[in-house]
Every structure is written in structure tokens, then in C-alpha cells.
């Protein structure tokens, strides 16, 4: 790096800080291939950080402390329980490249209106395939190129910073580009039918009305536009997608599953067979409650409690090889034990904490909303799914995450013509 002059380095730093954000929020992301690629891309953002953070003498933690901590608490819990019970080696691997990143990172100071350039650029991909995938091909469970729970979940994200993003420009064309992207960015989640993205929409759109109750936004002509636009939204993704009928299903699937005298047929259902997967890992958590099963044994439980009667055959004939409880809360108590669930619950509540602290002060106020929204987001997401044991999710969530902290050391004022 002595090769390099302070003022290079510190260039190089900031250039491949946003191509790591601009590789995430990018839909080649979720390529077949996309994702193999993001180790690489921050291990180059990982040479020019540190090496910029070497020729400055810089080593402190920054303004990203209250995300990397929880993040290292987290990676140094999940690293302690594969070495004892086994694991995700994929899920270890993201955390540790991803806390690394947001260290090395914090030095570099972004700017809205590049991370507008990058959103507005994603959101104009989204509405290529939404176009594609919805004109030429069948709709049904949109999903762009992978899983859609977790394309779901990264559109979500993706409106979210996009809607936040944009209180960053006062009238001008990027503020209403950033609306619009994440108009398309929530049609996308719901194009998924993903009903945990579903479940996730609503205290974040609860945020965003306490948002416009205190800034005093409301006004006839903006709840009028707002109705129009979640009519024909809503009504254009419920009915081109099917969502409505999932939603519809819910009680449907819910009810048997919940009743008495359940039977294993009640949990062949979708909803069912998550109930049934709470049960048992409660059960797995009352065998482990300090340490945790482990993954090995979370699945070995799993036939030997069949064979036993203890719980229906549903729990190993649908999706047999599943090793995760489809709640990320419960996860962590029968794998990981209380010691697993604390630093989850640490992970989620310390960051918050801090982005709470944020909106207090009308200078980092929106990008407070950004973090403080991915939080609850991914909080509320975590009911129904594992959130964060896929890199997919993790990269998003971190990534957002630093966004937020990092504009929200120094939130510039409003640009534009008026405030």
C-alpha cells in the first residue's frame, strides 16, 4: 500500500465501499452465480479500507459500533456452537466477512446522492423483470432468480432505504425517483407472496405514518394520491400474483393446526407445518436450554421423536432435510440455547437502540428511519423465517445497516431547491 498516496488510497477505499453496496442492492446479486462473488468484492474493499485506515492511523471502531459489536458477539456464539454441536458454515462465513466490511468500512464517508444513483438503477432492473416475468412468463411466487422469501425480503429492504433515502433531496427529481423506486421495490414483495414479507409490511408502515404524523405531512391531496396508488398497487399484486389467495389460506391452514386434537394431516399445510416446527423446537429447547442442541442433533431429534410417537410423521416427511424451525427466535433456543437467543435479541435491540437515539435528533433523523425500520423489519420477519442464516439476508441486512449508520454520522441537509 506505500505505493499509493494518502489522497489514493482514501479514493480507492470509497470507490470499492459502494461497489460492495452497489454489488448488494444490485439484482445480478441474486444471480445463479451472483452471490459467489461478494466474498471476493469485500475482501478487495477489506485491502483498500484497512490500507487507508493505516495511512491515516485510524483504527477506532467509528459510528458503526452499535451494529459490529452485536455482530461479533453474534459470529463469536454462532463459531462456538459449530465447533461444539455443529452448524452453518455459509451462515459463519457471511457474518464474519460482513463484520469485517462494516469495520474496515466506517472510515469511508458515503454521499446520498450516489446511493440514490444505485437504488433508482436497481429499482429500473426490478421493473424489467417485474415486466418480464409478469408479461411473458407466469407470475405466480416472483422470485426474480432465487428463493423468493428471499427476494422478498430484500425488495422490503430495498423500499425501505429507498423511502428514507429520499427525505435526503428536497423537490427535485431524485426525491420523486426515490418514491417511485420504492413503490416498485413494494410491489415486488408482494409479487412474492411471501407471507412473512406480508407480516413484515406492517409496523413498517406504521413507522412510516408516525413519520409523516410528526413532520406533519398529512394533507387531503396526499392521502388521496397515497389511497389511489395503494389501490391500484395492491389490487395489481393481489390479483396478477395470487396473493390474495395465500393470504386468504391463512386461517384456512391455521385453525387445524392450532386445535386440540390435532392430527398429523393438520400440519401438511404450509402454516401447519411451521406450528409444528415451533413444537418441536421448544421441545428440543427443554432437552438444551443453556446450550443448545446443535444442528446435527435439532435433526437427529427429529426421527428418533417420530419413531417415539412423540410427534406425527409430517415432521419428517415434509421437507425431510429442513434443519432450520422457520422462526428464527426458536432457532436460536434449540440450537444455540439461551445463550444463542441472547445475543440474537442483542443483535436486533442494541442496533435499534441506537437508530432510535438517531431519530431524536432532527440531523440524522431519516437515516434513524432507515435503520430503525430494517430492525423491525427483519424483527418481524423473523416469526415466520430464518432471517439471518442465509448470506443472502445477512449481506442486506449489514449492508443497510452500515448505510444507515454511516449517513447518520453526518446527515447532510436536504438537497434541492426547497426543504
Same mark, same amino acid.
Request: glycine share 8%; aromatic share 16%.
Given at each position: 500500500m506505500s505505493i499509493f498516496s494518502k489522497q489514493r488510497l482514501e479514493q480507492l477505499a470509497t470507490l470499492s465501499v459502494y461497489l460492495v453496496l452497489g454489488y448488494v442492492v444490485n439484482l445480478m446479486f441474486f444471480l445463479p452465480i451472483g452471490d459467489q462473488y461478494l466474498k471476493p468484492v469485500i475482501a478487495l474493499a477489506l485491502l483498500f479500507c484497512l490500507g487507508h485506515r493505516s495511512a491515516i492511523s485510524s483504527w477506532g471502531v467509528g459510528p458503526v459500533k452499535s451494529l459490529l459489536l452485536p455482530m461479533s458477539l453474534y459470529s463469536a456464539v454462532l463459531v462456538t456452537s459449530y465447533l461444539?454441536?455443529? %452448524?452453518?458454515? &455459509?451462515?459463519?462465513?457471511?457474518? =464474519?466477512?460482513? &463484520? $469485517?466490511?462494516?469495520?474496515?468500512?466506517?472510515?469511508?464517508? /458515503?454521499?446520498?446522492?450516489?446511493?440514490?444513483?444505485?437504488?433508482?438503477?436497481?429499482?429500473?432492473?426490478?421493473?424489467?423483470? #417485474? %415486466?418480464?416475468?409478469?408479461?411473458?412468463?407466469?407470475?405466480?411466487?416472483?422470485? %426474480? +432468480?432465487?428463493?423468493?422469501?428471499? +427476494?422478498?425480503?430484500?425488495?422490503l429492504s430495498m423500499s425501505v432505504l429507498c423511502t428514507y433515502l429520499a427525505c435526503a433531496f428536497a423537490n427535485g427529481w431524485r426525491r420523486w425517483l426515490l418514491y417511485v423506486s420504492a413503490v416498485v421495490f413494494l410491489a415486488a414483495a408482494g409479487l412474492t407472496q411471501t407471507r412473512?414479507?406480508?407480516?413484515?409490511?406492517?409496523?413498517?408502515? $406504521?413507522?412510516?405514518? +408516525?413519520?409523516?404524523?410528526?413532520?406533519?405531512?398529512?394533507?387531503?391531496?396526499?392521502?388521496?394520491?397515497?389511497?389511489?396508488?395503494?389501490?391500484? /398497487?395492491?389490487?395489481?399484486?393481489?390479483?396478477?400474483?395470487?396473493?390474495? @389467495?395465500?393470504?386468504?389460506?391463512?386461517?384456512?391452514? /391455521?385453525?387445524?393446526? !392450532?386445535?386440540?386434537?390435532?392430527?398429523?394431516?393438520?400440519?401438511?399445510?404450509?402454516?401447519?407445518?411451521? =406450528? !409444528?416446527?415451533?413444537?418441536?423446537?421448544? &421441545?428440543?429447547?427443554?432437552?438444551?436450554?443453556?446450550?443448545?442442541?446443535?444442528?446435527?442433533?435439532?435433526?437427529?431429534? @427429529?426421527?428418533?421423536?417420530?419413531?417415539?410417537?412423540? +410427534?406425527?410423521?409430517?415432521? #419428517?416427511?415434509?421437507?425431510?432435510?429442513?434443519?432450520?424451525?422457520?422462526?428464527?427466535?426458536?432457532?436460536?433456543?434449540a440450537m444455540r440455547g439461551l445463550i444463542g437467543f441472547a445475543a440474537l435479541l442483542a443483535l436486533l435491540a442494541v442496533p435499534a437502540r441506537k437508530f432510535v437515539s438517531m431519530i431524536r435528533s432532527r440531523e440524522t433523523e431519516w437515516p434513524g428511519y432507515i435503520g430503525l425500520s430494517l430492525v423491525v423489519a427483519y424483527a418481524t420477519f423473523s416469526l415466520t423465517e430464518v432471517a439471518l442464516k442465509h448470506p443472502e439476508k445477512i449481506a442486506v441486512f449489514t449492508v443497510i445497516g452500515f448505510i444507515a449508520l454511516s449517513l447518520g454520522r453526518s446527515a447532510p441537509r436536504p438537497m434541492g431547491t426547497a426543504a
Open positions: 461444539v454441536g455443529d %452448524g452453518y458454515m &455459509s451462515t459463519i462465513r457471511m457474518f =464474519i466477512y460482513c &463484520s $469485517l466490511f462494516i469495520y474496515a468500512a466506517s472510515v469511508v464517508r /458515503l454521499q446520498p446522492q450516489y446511493l440514490a444513483v444505485l437504488c433508482i438503477l436497481a429499482a429500473v432492473e426490478m421493473l424489467m423483470l #417485474i %415486466g418480464y416475468r409478469c408479461g411473458w412468463e407466469e407470475c405466480s411466487r416472483f422470485g %426474480g +432468480f432465487t428463493n423468493p422469501i428471499f +427476494f422478498g425480503m430484500y425488495a412473512g414479507v406480508m407480516l413484515a409490511m406492517v409496523p413498517l408502515l $406504521l413507522i412510516f405514518a +408516525f413519520y409523516l404524523y410528526k413532520h406533519k405531512a398529512f394533507s387531503a391531496r396526499r392521502v388521496v394520491f397515497t389511497l389511489v396508488a395503494a389501490t391500484c /398497487l395492491t389490487g395489481f399484486v393481489g390479483f396478477e400474483s395470487g396473493a390474495y @389467495k395465500r393470504i386468504s389460506k391463512v386461517e384456512e391452514e /391455521l385453525v387445524p393446526a !392450532l386445535s386440540e386434537g390435532a392430527s398429523g394431516s393438520a400440519y401438511d399445510s404450509s402454516i401447519g407445518f411451521r =406450528i !409444528l416446527m415451533w413444537k418441536y423446537a421448544l &421441545s428440543v429447547t427443554m432437552e438444551h436450554p443453556v446450550f443448545g442442541a446443535g444442528k446435527e442433533r435439532f435433526q437427529q431429534y @427429529k426421527e428418533e421423536w417420530v419413531e417415539q410417537g412423540r +410427534f406425527p410423521d409430517e415432521l #419428517i416427511e415434509y421437507l425431510p432435510t429442513s434443519a432450520h424451525a422457520h422462526n428464527q427466535f426458536f432457532q436460536e433456543l
